[in-house]
Structure formats: C-alpha cells, structure tokens
Nanobody, 126 residues
C-alpha cells in the first residue's frame, strides 16, 4: 500500500516561496501510470487541484496558478516537491499530496485520488 507524507514549513511570509515535499513509501513514483498531485483546501473552500507530475515526469498545472507553481521530483529519494512563489495570505491552506490514476483537474471528491497524505497546514503571514 502506497503512503504519502507531506513536509515543509507551517509559516511563510508574504512574497516568499512556499516549498513542500511529499515523501512516498510502498511504491515508486516512477512506475505505473500515475499522476502525483498537489491539492489544497483554504478555509471555507473546497479542494483545489494545483498540479501534478506523472510517473514519467510530465507536469500539469492549474492555469490560474501556473505562473507561480513548479512541481519537480527526486527519484533517488522517491519524493516530489511543490514550489509556490510570491505567496499571499490567500495561499493559506491545508496542502495535500495525493496520487491518481488519471489527470484530475477538478476535484469533486477525495475518492478521485486513490492515496492521500495527511495534509499540512500552511499559513502565510508576516
């Protein structure tokens, strides 16, 4: 059973770059046909897909976030990373990493993804 775990700072200052890492165990991020994804949930809002990196290394981003978002991976560590630049308080959210068998650009349910991390709270504040 694959397991995902997010890590990163819980507090980021406005205008800085948020960097989060998802560590994966129980399966390789380079095998199969999966979309390793970042999703966030802001207070009072629904789940928002931010972007994905596939098992082959292709990346996909939410159009509204594309200019600020970068997803990369370290295959030697079986990790993938989210970088979100120029953050504002509107980027305050719980950030999740997850795996899906296909590209999910609009999250209607957590069941759209077959594995989730527990989530990590990120607050953007000076």
């Amino acid at each position: 059973q694959v397991r995902l775990q997010e890590s990163g700072p819980g507090l980021v200052k406005p205008s800085q770059t948020l960097s989060l890492t998802c560590s994966v165990s129980g399966g390789s991020i380079t095998t199969g046909s999966y979309y390793w994804s970042w999703i966030r949930q802001s207070p009072g809002k629904g789940l928002e897909w931010m972007g994905s990196i596939t098992s082959s290394g292709s990346t996909y981003y939410r159009p509204s976030l594309k200019s600020r978002t970068s997803i990369s991976r370290d295959t030697s560590k079986n990790q993938f990373t989210l970088q979100l630049s120029s953050v504002t308080p509107d980027d305050t959210a719980v950030y999740y990493c997850a795996r899906a068998p296909k590209l999910i650009a609009r999250v209607t349910s957590k069941a759209d993804f077959d594995s989730w991390g527990q989530g990590t709270q990120v607050i953007v504040s000076s």
